[in-house]
T-cell receptor, first 115, second 113 residues
Framework: NAGVMQNPRHLVRRRGQEARLRCSPM?????VYWYRQLPEEGLKFMVY????????ESGMPKERFSAEFPKEGPSILRIQQVVRGDSAAYFC?????????????FGPGTRLLVL | AQSVTQLGSHVSVSEGALVLLRCNYS??????LFWYVQYPNQGLQLLLK??????LVKGINGFEAEFKKSETSFHLTKPSAHMSDAAEYFC???????????FGIGTKLQVIP
């Protein structure tokens, strides 16, 4: 049973380019969460999605960042016109649909470096 | 609003010594509490979780944590440190029925031979 998968694991972009980060949740999981980890900081919540719906995007920067979780395929975190401050590790987590005590399971992360 | 405070961003212990990593939380409703471990350049792995059942929670790799409501604490312990325990540990809180998880800033554990 494969865990949460993220790709690419490492991504290098120049300022002004676009970054696309992909997350495939665990089998049977329909809830996806994105977190950002800046150097020497903990993880900060960005967005929570279910299939085709954004449930909570209170942690997303107002500009340049967007996320989707289509009916088919992985969840995508998109960063337009990247700046050096976007350099961070971006983690995706997933949880099952059943309500209650579900735990979020994390992927290995994508480490974005903006030159 | 929920929040987590981890006391001590760096902790050093000798191999074989007791490990104690501190975590205090703030939550307006009974929380779910978690400890995750992160090894260098890897994702987060769940160590253990508290979900309102037993207050003493046992996790993987010999770790355990005790939920103390009166102290709003959820400290992580291990009786005897092993070199392989060197990693960064994150305490996290989620309010029941709410999906957003709030993480502490992390504690880096160093194990000295």
């Amino acid at each position: 049973n494969a865990g949460v998968m993220q790709n690419p694991r490492h991504l290098v972009r120049r300022r002004g380019q676009e970054a696309r980060l992909r997350c495939s949740p665990m089998k049977g999981h329909s809830h996806v969460y994105w977190y950002r980890q800046l150097p020497e900081e903990g993880l900060k919540f960005m967005v929570y999605l279910q299939k085709e719906n954004i449930i909570d995007e209170s942690g997303m920067p107002k500009e340049r960042f967007s996320a989707e979780f289509p009916k088919e395929g992985p969840s995508i975190l998109r960063i337009q016109q990247v700046v050096r401050g976007d350099s961070a590790a971006y983690f995706c987590a997933s949880s099952p649909e059943i309500s209650g005590q579900e735990t979020q399971y994390f992927g290995p992360g994508t480490r974005l470096l903006v030159l | 609003a929920q929040s987590v405070t981890q006391l001590g961003s760096h902790v050093s212990v000798s191999e074989g010594a007791l490990v104690l990593l501190r975590c205090n939380y703030s939550s307006s409703v009974p929380p779910y509490l978690f400890w995750y471990v992160q090894y260098p350049n890897q994702g987060l792995q769940l160590l253990l979780k508290y979900t309102s059942a037993a207050t003493l929670v046992k996790g993987i790799n010999g770790f355990e944590a005790e939920f103390k409501k009166s102290e709003t604490s959820f400290h992580l312990t291990k009786p005897s440190a092993h070199m392989s325990d060197a990693a960064e540990y994150f305490c996290a809180v989620r309010e029941g029925g709410y999906q957003k998880v709030t993480f502490g800033i992390g504690t880096k554990l160093q194990v000295i031979p």
